[in-house]
């Protein structure tokens, strides 16, 4: 069993910048595919970022490269989420979301074992 538990979200102008953090418990995630999602009010939940435990390049949906990068720390079983440049429809409540045991990076929500509670990220134009 994972624990995950976002933290990092507020409220932003347009053109700034917030780091997320996903710490994770009773399970290491060093060895976890992990994405970032998240779902406006009225939409599904949409992928933007994801990583897998052997490296290589992350994976990011097209409205967020070269804004956002995620990221690990392993010895803090923490993953991040970097958003630069923010814009107003980045708005939503996101979620980080974890897969153990994966050795591929995946996109799809319902290929993801475990989720945190998500934090809110409002960016104001």
């Known amino acids: 069993q994972v624990h995950l538990v976002e933290s990092g979200g507020g409220l932003v102008q347009a053109g700034d910048s917030l780091k997320l953090s996903c710490t994770a418990s009773g399970r290491t995630l060093s060895n976890s595919a992990v994405g970032w999602f998240r779902q406006a009010p009225g939409k599904e939940r949409q992928f933007v970022a994801a990583h897998t435990w052997r490296g290589g390049s992350p994976y990011y949906a097209d409205g967020v490269k070269g804004r956002f990068a995620i990221s690990r720390d392993n010895a803090k079983n923490t993953v991040y989420l970097q958003m630069n440049s923010l814009k107003p429809e980045d708005t939503a409540v996101y979620y980080c979301?974890?897969?153990?045991?994966?050795?591929?990076?995946?996109?799809?929500?319902?290929?993801?074992?475990?989720w945190g509670q998500g934090t809110q990220v409002t960016v104001s134009s």
């Open positions: 979301a974890a897969r153990p045991s994966s050795i591929v990076v995946v996109t799809t929500t319902s290929e993801y074992d475990y």
